[in-house]
């Protein structure tokens, strides 16, 4: 038997009902995803995940249950609290949300001038280097219509790193990308975590993605109201007790 | 609170951002030339990407980082092999030289022109086209359009035209009573509005309502890469989406500048029988004062003002950029040329009438 885990609970979901409105997608939705840990979402098209992803950030309250970022409710914290906790996770939407008035240097400055007392230069020089480990310095003048769609995910990271959170959230980052472009965001995506001792919540159902990065996957199905089945990738794809699992680490049809 | 220049350059255990902007502004000199020769690390545990860009700020200006920590050096080289060799030239724009930037907008300037009137000559071909071959009109597109820009606008146009009259005829009233020639506010109300400023309001009205309305439509459009769709279809965005546009806006506009034209009326007869004119009167004064070659003049020209102004406004969301503020440019500059081209267009309508004795 595995030793059991001690490190941190950053995210803790707890009978999470979870849909827009009072037409709950999934009723009963319970997982815990702790420090250092790479963690996929998964489940069929529309059925929540991208609501759950909603929820975890605060953007949308959930109908029922409690959401803990780092032991704090998130639907409940109100003002300072709250900007606190916002202050913990960067988030990278699916199609980068990079401001396109902006050029790529100044959307990553934004959130240090607009959160940070840093001096000026310092600011420059933190942004710079997020932009650097993403690979995108000799785009920093660009403006994000002149970018490629994964230099469009890489720089929206880098602006999520900005403030160096300690939870980065991740909507479809390989989605519309080549397998190679996909590989080297994961590889970011791993160096990043492994380096930083950071937790990335990724949703995706991209099947090469999760096995090169992954240390669990969440399956979320309708059926069961929530998590079906959760473990590591291999674990899923060969003894998940689960038929739907297994076909779908396997890419077989039921 | 300054402190002794010895310790000053021991960095803390913890350099993270707090700490770092707290430790910089005690040493407001710090990211400044002279720049210190060296600094001690050996404290340094923990650094997020706040410390690291002061580490890497200094190192950059000829400091010596001292007894830098294993880990964090290695933090410190990642960051600097991923920027290594791309020199600040990358990122700063090249600037070019006064006769360049001359000759580039003299390009710019004449290629839009060109594009414009190739823009121009397209939409009259496939309008023409479309006149031997009603397959290639779009009719359900038309009729949206006219409904959308035409029939929808009538209350609005009928307001501003009645309004225009009222208002007309009141502020003259009053001067021509001083003279005991109040009796003329209706051939003055009547040349006005008919000659004038029943279709220059029009104008304005659809160039604000259905112009801005083309280019959002059609900006939108190109932003959703909707024309680019078309275009690798085959089809032309020209024939498809702006020849029905331009064509309901075209026959929109006379429609509705003569229905503002008779609210104008209709405001200027409401004055004058406030002052104890009889409607007799009043359309006596009309017909005596406005011929039937300014109704057909106006008339004339109102066909050619609503197909310069919704064809400049497609034009504006045709060539919109991409990014979110796009479609709000091509909108600006839709009601902008719009109502610009309506004052040049009756400056030139004015010589061309005045040089046929009109």
């Known amino acids: 038997m595995e030793p059991p885990d001690t490190r941190d609970i950053m995210i803790s979901c707890r009978h999470v009902a979870s849909g827009y409105g009072s037409k709950p997608l999934m009723s009963d939705i319970n997982l815990e995803i702790r420090r250092g840990e790479i963690v996929f979402i998964l489940g069929g098209s529309g059925c929540g995940k991208s609501t759950l992803l909603r929820h975890m950030i605060g953007q949308v309250p959930q109908i029922g249950g409690t959401i803990l970022i780092k032991g704090v409710d998130i639907a409940a914290a109100r003002g300072a609290e709250r900007d606190a906790l916002r202050r913990v996770f960067g988030v990278m939407y699916q199609s980068g949300a990079l401001f396109g008035n902006l050029s790529v240097l100044d959307n990553v400055l934004l959130p240090l001038e607009e959160f940070t007392d840093l001096p000026a230069p310092l600011r420059l020089e933190t942004a710079r280097l997020w932009l650097a480990r993403v690979g995108l310095l000799p785009q920093a003048s660009m403006m994000p219509a002149d970018l490629s769609g994964g230099m469009k995910k890489r720089a929206a990271i880098a602006r999520a790193m900005a403030l160096d959170p300690e939870i980065l959230f991740l909507d479809e980052p390989g989605a519309g990308l080549d397998p190679v472009t996909s590989a080297r965001l994961d590889s970011l995506i791993l160096s990043l975590s492994r380096d930083l001792g950071m937790t990335v919540v990724i949703i995706s159902h991209e099947l090469a993605s999760i096995e090169a990065i992954a240390d669990r996957a969440v399956y979320l199905d309708r059926s069961v109201n929530g998590v079906l089945d959760a473990g590591t990738p291999a674990w899923l794809r060969d003894e998940s007790p689960h038929a739907a699992v297994r076909a779908f680490f396997n890419r077989r049809p039921d | ?358």
Request: proline content about 4%; hydrophobic content about 55%; some cysteine.
């Open chain 2, 1 to 358: 609170m300054p402190v002794p220049e010895a310790q000053s350059l021991r960095l803390p255990e913890t350099l993270d951002r707090p700490a770092v902007t707290d430790w910089v502004a005690r040493r407001p000199a710090l990211l400044r030339a002279p720049f210190p020769k060296s600094l001690d690390c050996s404290a340094l545990k923990r650094v997020d990407s706040a410390g690291l860009a002061l580490l890497i700020f200094l190192r950059g200006r000829g400091v010596a980082l001292d007894g830098l920590p294993d880990g964090v050096a290695a933090s410190l080289r990642v960051c600097e092999e991923a920027a290594a060799g791309v020199g600040d030239a990358a990122s700063a724009p090249r600037r070019e030289g006064f006769v360049t930037a001359l000759g580039r907008a003299l390009c710019e300037t004449f290629a839009a022109w060109g594009d414009a009137l190739a823009y121009l000559g397209e939409l009259l071909w496939w309008w023409g086209a479309s006149l031997f071959r009603p397959r290639l009109f779009r009719w359900g597109d038309f009729c949206v359009a006219f409904y959308r820009g035409g029939v929808q606008a009538l209350p609005v146009v009928g307001l501003i035209g009645f309004l225009l009259g009222l208002i007309l005829a009141f502020q003259s009233a009053m001067p021509l009573r001083m003279f005991g020639a109040e009796g003329f506010v209706g051939g003055l109300v009547g040349i006005a509005l008919v000659r004038e400023l029943g279709l220059i309001i029009t104008a304005i009205l659809v160039t604000g309502r259905t112009g801005s309305a083309f280019a959002a439509e059609l900006g939108t459009m190109k932003v959703n890469e909707e024309i680019d769709a078309l275009e690798t279809m085959g089809l032309r965005p020209v024939r498809f989406l702006v020849v029905p546009r331009v064509a309901a806006g075209t026959f929109a506009l006379p429609v509705l500048a003569l229905f503002a034209t008779l609210c104008g009326l209709l405001g200027g007869w409401f004055v004058m029988a406030i002052l104890g004119f009889t409607l007799s009167y009043f359309v006596d004064q009309l017909t005596a004062f406005v011929g039937i070659g300014d109704l057909i003049g106006s008339f004339a020209k109102s066909f050619v003002f609503g197909f310069a102004v919704s064809a400049v406004g497609c034009r504006c969301g045709l060539t919109a950029g991409r990014d979110a503020g796009a479609v709000g440019t091509a909108t600006t500059s839709a009601v902008v040329l719009g109502i610009v081209l309506t004052a040049v267009l009756e400056g030139l309508f004015a010589v061309v009438f005045f040089a046929m004795g009109w």
